[in-house]
């Protein structure tokens, strides 16, 4: 069917429009960017550390659960506490040292006794989890409150396309050369993103950019308040962080659990990895227009609905197992993402004051990784001691997560604080 010419009209703004907002995006976002993609592409250890430990270095199943369960709780701390030592020392210099130290850990592993990687696996992915919370506050000082959201998006986009790429490549590393070549690639790569970083982010540019008018969401906020203080006169935002941590204990579940699930109904690896394919297709396709499309958005209202469609990417599974269904459940979950992350990294970074804002970050970091640790382990005993009431649950608990935000939306601001439904709309003009 001919396209009108008023179709094709609206067509090209809308990609003219994409286009002029994500040139709005600061060069130091897109430079960093470029060094989280490489940085992405070679975090291959991560999908192979099980197999790793359990095949060249012969430790049981249980040994490398409890590895790997160990370096889990050391992910979770890093993100918790990245932003902290951010907001103390610089975020910059945050980021290039825990680079390091994780870089060089990650080197070390062929080298090491089977009994030194139960403290060499936590202390990489505490490192890990530092740069993740101190990349995101980057990104935080370095653009206006507002135009965030595209921001942050862009830095997901390429992750989420370094990622896709990783895994093969480290599959075909893996059987032609060896395991050890992994973790040797790893570390490379990872001091090779905290070289790009010192010389593409100066530390001028780590300075938080002012933005006109108010930028913490709250005029009364004072360099001497404590955070929780800070917290409390934001109760938007513990909701929003309470949602996301209930979110990703469900959200989680698709890397534990529900394969095991498939597998129950007769689909085997195959059916797994095409789903989980899918969803990095999805989100690769739609993250940048949506962030686009939903910048002018209050927020809010935008992560409700992403953490909704968590839970009804839950309750698709209710009627049983098959690729259509699980596809179904992929592509409702990964909308879900779209919706929420990108949108709530923005919301928290907005809504920060100017000497917390790495606290802040550190906070929705731990949380949205908090799954990580706590989902499989409390997904696991509930599937194998009533599995019909995992997937209602998942979508009771994703669905009340995102209802509590809705409704944390539509609360009118009190104490002085500047509505929720302003922050991360509209792109600021930075003063002076």
């Excluded at 130091?28 to 291959?44: E, H």
């Excluded at 610089?90 to 290039?96: E, W, Y």
């Excluded at 997901?156 to 599959?171: D, E, H």
């Excluded at 995992?390 to 509590?404: D, E, F, K």
Aim: with cysteine.
């Amino acid at each position: 069917m001919v396209r009108s010419q008023k179709e094709l009209t609206k067509s090209r703004g809308e990609r003219s429009g994409m286009v002029q907002v994500l040139r709005d995006v600061p060069r130091v976002v897109w430079l960093l960017a470029a060094g989280v993609f490489v940085n992405a592409v070679v975090s291959f250890t991560f999908v192979f550390v099980f197999l790793y430990l359990t095949g060249p270095r012969g430790l049981g199943t249980a040994q490398a659960g409890l590895v790997t369960g160990i370096g889990g709780i050391g992910l979770v701390a890093g993100n918790f506490t990245g932003g902290w030592y951010g907001d103390r020392f610089g975020h910059r210099r945050v980021l290039l040292a825990a680079s390091t130290l994780g870089g060089l850990t990650l080197i070390s592993f062929p080298l090491l006794p089977a009994a030194g990687l139960y403290a060499a696996l936590p202390l990489a992915q505490y490192a890990s989890g530092v740069v993740r919370a101190a990349n995101s506050a980057l990104v935080a000082v370095a653009v206006p409150e507002g135009a965030r959201r595209q921001a942050f998006a862009v830095v997901r986009c390429v992750s989420n396309g370094g990622f896709t790429l990783g895994p093969p490549l480290g599959a075909l590393i893996a059987t032609r050369l060896s395991y050890d070549w992994l973790f040797v690639g790893d570390g490379l790569g990872t001091l090779l993103f905290a070289l790009w970083t010192a010389r593409v982010v100066p530390a001028r540019a780590a300075a938080r950019t002012p933005a006109a008018g108010p930028t913490t969401g709250c005029p009364d906020a004072a360099p001497g308040r404590g955070l929780w203080a800070e917290l409390r006169a934001r109760p938007a935002v513990l909701v929003v962080l309470g949602a996301v941590l209930v979110t990703d204990l469900v959200y989680r579940q698709q890397y534990g659990t529900f394969p095991v699930f498939l597998a129950d109904h007769g689909l085997d690896t195959r059916d797994f990895g095409f789903v989980i394919a899918l969803n990095g297709a999805v989100i690769l396709l739609l993250e940048l227009p949506a962030a686009v499309a939903l910048r002018a958005r209050p927020p809010l209202p935008v992560i409700g609905t992403g953490l909704l469609l968590v839970g009804a990417a839950y309750a698709a599974l209710l009627p049983g197992a098959g690729v259509g269904t699980a596809a179904s459940m992929i592509v409702l979950l990964s909308l879900g993402e779209i919706l929420y992350k990108t949108t709530a990294t923005a919301y928290v970074a907005d809504q920060a004051p100017e000497h917390a804002i790495g606290r802040f970050q550190s906070l929705y970091a731990g949380v949205s990784v908090s799954g990580v640790v706590l989902g499989p382990p409390l997904g696991g005993a509930l599937y194998a001691t009533a599995p019909g009431l995992l997937w209602p649950l998942c979508a009771v608990l994703a669905g009340g997560a995102g209802a509590a935000v809705l409704y944390a939306g539509r609360r009118p601001a009190r104490q002085g604080l500047r509505p929720a439904p302003e922050t991360g709309s509209q792109p600021r003009a930075a003063a002076g």
